[in-house]
């Protein structure tokens, strides 16, 4: 079983781009998160999707876009890529909202 | 390498000892916490849960305490092991509440001496 796979594993980008990181689950979960490690921060949620066709905002969801693709897919997009969003960010999926989450081994982001 | 555990609090602690990681959350209407563990370079995995109408909870080599009436948590890792070396984050999650999910603590480093 893949469980949460996320693409890419590492990035560069320049101080403007765009770009989309991709996540799929393939567990039939309910709900996905999209959350940003940073050192000190511990794990904050950017967005989540509690069921497929919805969205909503976490903690720190400025800078961000996302998409529930359907019910295995939820993508985040940084439109206009700023060095504070560099991070390590983490795609999870749990079969419902309040159960354990189920992580992807992360994407490392550098902005520049 | 991985920054994830810089300006953590760290416990180390010999091969074969148990472990005792703590975590205070924050708001007492949290009903339901997880532990989670992170080994350098991969996401967190899922160690154990325990739900707030309980005060412990035993997995395999692991055990959780849940202390509601001071908001405090606690992770025990029996006979530790050099794998059991990461940092481990304690969630809590609120029913109902508007973040939509877990709220992380900002972990413990563990380390392990051979």
């Known amino acids: 079983n893949a469980g949460v796979t996320q693409t890419p594993k590492f990035q560069v980008l320049k101080t403007g781009q765009s770009m989309t990181l991709q996540c799929a689950q393939d567990m039939n979960h309910n709900s996905m998160y999209w959350y940003r490690q940073d050192p000190g921060m511990g794990l904050r949620l950017i967005y989540y999707?509690?069921?497929?066709?919805?969205?909503d905002k976490g903690e720190v969801p400025n800078g961000y876009n996302v998409s529930r693709l359907n019910k295995r897919e939820f993508s985040l997009r940084l439109e206009s890529a700023a060095p504070s969003q560099t991070s390590v960010y983490f795609c999870?999926?749990?079969?419902?909202?309040?159960?354990?989450?189920?992580f992807g081994q992360g994407t490392r982001l550098t902005v520049v | 390498g991985e920054s994830v555990g810089l300006h953590l609090p760290t416990l180390s602690v010999q091969e074969g000892d148990n472990s005792i990681i703590n975590c205070a959350y924050s708001n007492s209407a949290s009903d339901y916490f997880i532990w989670y563990k992170q080994e350098s370079g991969k996401g967190p995995q899922f160690i154990i849960d325990?739900?707030?109408?309980?005060d412990k909870r035993q997995g395999q080599r692991v055990t959780v305490l849940l202390n509601k009436t001071v908001k405090h948590l606690s992770l025990q890792i029996a006979a530790t092991q050099p794998g059991d070396s990461a940092v481990y984050f304690c969630a809590e999650n609120m029913k109902g509440g508007s973040q939509g999910n877990l709220i992380f603590g900002k972990g413990t480093k563990l380390s392990v001496k051979p």
């Open positions: 999707s509690a069921s497929e066709g919805t969205t």
């Open positions: 325990i739900r707030s109408n309980m």
């Open positions: 999870a999926s749990s079969p419902e909202m309040n159960t354990e989450a189920f």
